[in-house]
């Protein structure tokens, strides 16, 4: 038996299943491409020819698309980044204090004080220092981003980037080139810079204390990993499945939702890999809010809605017959 977590953000989407004993036993990590549905049902054709529908004992999801991905799966647990992350930690060490979490579109910072999270902030709004920031600088200079960090390593002399927005990093970038200055050196002072976005954003007024656990696809960056330690001065753990700490987070939620509500499980089954999922919407007029409702169609059967504030249509699950969204 598995429990199954699924982490739908807009970069990539994270599915790991784990035994009863919470050993890791399956694991994808694949790119969203701003398709949440098509990417869940690829992921779920590579599983359904190891796995057969009843050994899922529960499944939780977490990330920016966990409402459709709630719908589209059957999930028994739905919780947000926060939670998911902080959960994937403590299972890792129970003494964890701080999480530096930087994905593809956002960056977060969760605060932890005896095994509960007192404090966080995320950055949604400027790109510096995210994954896809990055991944549009290492294409740029052609170098493979799994070879990004070293290079940053490698510099005795970094220089001092704009780092506070996106656009003037890289037009910063691109004028310490034309003066001459060497990749590594640059690509160092890059790493410096976003760093420092963090700190001075969304670090900005919390208590950074140790053990910090670094989480994302950039804790595989070397190079921000160090300048993040350079700063701190502190060391920084980078769990063995950084990439995937939500999706863990997720699938550990489901097991402790179903040992606690002794209910069965809601997955919707391997076979939704098959399905044609349509989405539509409307303008709910039920209140002054006007909610844009979704609507996720299984060949033409309701699986469910989403996207009212109220809970009117998505409070309801749609085998009922009066299910309003029916």
């Known amino acids: 038996m598995y429990y199954m977590g699924v982490d739908v953000g807009s970069v990539s989407t994270d599915i790991v299943l784990i035994d009863e004993n919470l050993n890791i036993v399956e694991d994808l990590y694949l790119r969203t491409k701003g398709k949440p549905i098509n990417v869940i049902q690829q992921g779920f054709k590579i599983l359904k020819d190891k796995y057969s529908d009843h050994m899922i004992k529960a499944v939780g999801v977490t990330g920016s698309g966990r409402n459709v991905s709630s719908f589209l799966i059957g999930a028994d647990a739905v919780k947000n980044e926060i939670t998911a992350h902080a959960v994937a930690a403590l299972y890792e060490n129970k003494s964890v204090q701080t999480i530096i979490e930087i994905g593809g579109q956002d960056s977060k910072i969760i605060i932890l004080r005896n095994g509960i999270v007192t404090d966080f902030a995320m950055n949604t709004v400027c790109a510096a220092g995210t994954g896809s920031f990055l991944d549009r600088q290492a294409e740029r200079l052609d170098i493979p981003i799994e070879n990004f960090g070293n290079f940053a390593l490698k510099s005795n002399t970094p220089v001092r980037i704009a780092g506070r927005c996106a656009v003037f ?49 950039v804790a595989s960056n070397t190079g921000i990993r160090k300048a993040f330690e350079n700063i701190l001065k502190e060391k920084l753990i980078i769990p063995k499945n950084h990439k995937v700490m939500g999706s863990i987070g997720a699938a550990l939620i489901a097991k402790e939702t ?35 409702v979704v609507k996720i169609l299984d060949n033409d059967t309701l699986v469910g809605c989403f996207g009212d504030r109220c809970g009117k249509w998505s409070n309801h699950n749609a085998t009922n017959k009066n299910y309003p969204c029916a």
Do not use: W
């Open 169 to 217: 990093a890289e037009s910063d970038m691109i004028h310490k080139q034309q003066l001459g200055y060497s990749q590594s050196d640059i690509i160092r002072g890059l790493c410096e810079a976003l760093v420092r976005n963090y700190l001075n954003n969304v670090a900005k007024g919390k208590e950074i204390k140790g053990p910090i656990f670094f989480q994302g696809g």
């Open 258 to 292: 179903l040992e606690k509500n002794h209910k069965k499980t809601s997955f919707r089954g391997f076979s939704i890999a098959d399905s044609t999922f349509v989405s539509k919407s409307f303008e709910c007029t039920g209140c002054s809010n006007n909610c844009e």
